[in-house]
């Protein structure tokens, strides 16, 4: 039963501290996504990669969130320095396509994260 | 004003109702996704659809392009259908950017 794995699924630090989420996609899927959801702005398209190459990453605070692809069977997403406006839960999702966002996603679980 | 907005925003529906979900945009758009998001968090994609209509098992998705709408219908509902169900564009730009509506939080009574 294939399906995206993400960890850790719950994640607590203060608030300076750098934070690593990690995802593995799908065996096969060219594409990853990560989005962030909280109460306030609902879910949001940080940034996605296809075949490793990140081709979006426009919805990411540059000056601290990092996404990178280092091989197909994981990407990762970085917060570093962590603030307490960054608490929300993190979905990575995986998809197989040409075109990048036009077919069906696949979802993780989510890291719930919280700095405290 | 949103650029993709929903309705209504909450429902609260007796088991064995049919279900409309109404999702409008107001930026062209390459294709949409209708996502459900069940009450433990976990996000499943039910439809991607540029045009027409899709069926699975008793839902059912319709796209009007021209009128920039798009309609999630849940037929026989039952009480696990329970969830919020997120309309997300794919804005037309180079790399399709998406762009999600607030969700309509759905409650099916037994």
């Known amino acids: 039963d294939a399906r995206v794995t993400q960890t850790p699924r719950h994640k607590v630090t203060e608030m300076g501290q750098e934070v690593t989420m990690r995802c593995q996609p799908i065996l096969g899927h060219n594409t990853v996504f990560w989005y962030r959801q909280t109460m306030m702005q609902g879910l949001e398209l940080l940034a996605y990669f296809r075949n490793r190459a990140p081709l979006d990453d426009s919805g990411m605070p540059k000056d601290r969130f990092s996404a990178e692809m280092p091989d197909a069977t994981l990407a990762t997403l970085k917060i570093q320095p962590s603030e307490p406006r960054d608490s929300a839960v993190y979905f990575c999702?995986?998809?197989?396509?040409?075109?990048?966002?036009?077919?069906?996603?696949?979802f993780g679980p989510g890291t719930r994260l919280l700095v405290l | 004003k949103n650029e993709v907005e929903q309705s209504p925003q909450n429902l609260t529906a007796q088991e064995g109702e049919f279900i409309t979900i109404n999702c409008s945009y107001s930026?062209?758009?390459?294709?949409l996704h209708w996502l459900q998001q069940h009450p433990g968090g976990g996000i499943v994609s039910l439809f991607m659809l540029s045009s027409g209509k899709k069926k699975h098992g008793r839902l059912i998705a319709t796209i009007n392009i021209q009128e920039k709408h798009s309609s999630l219908h849940i037929t026989a509902s039952h009480p696990r259908d329970s969830a919020v169900y997120i309309c997300a564009v794919l804005w037309e730009t180079s790399y399709d950017k998406v762009i999600f509506g607030p969700g309509t939080s759905l409650s099916v009574i037994p």
């Open positions: 999702a995986s998809g197989s396509t040409h075109r990048g966002l036009g077919e069906t996603q696949y």
């Open positions: 930026v062209g758009i390459s294709a």
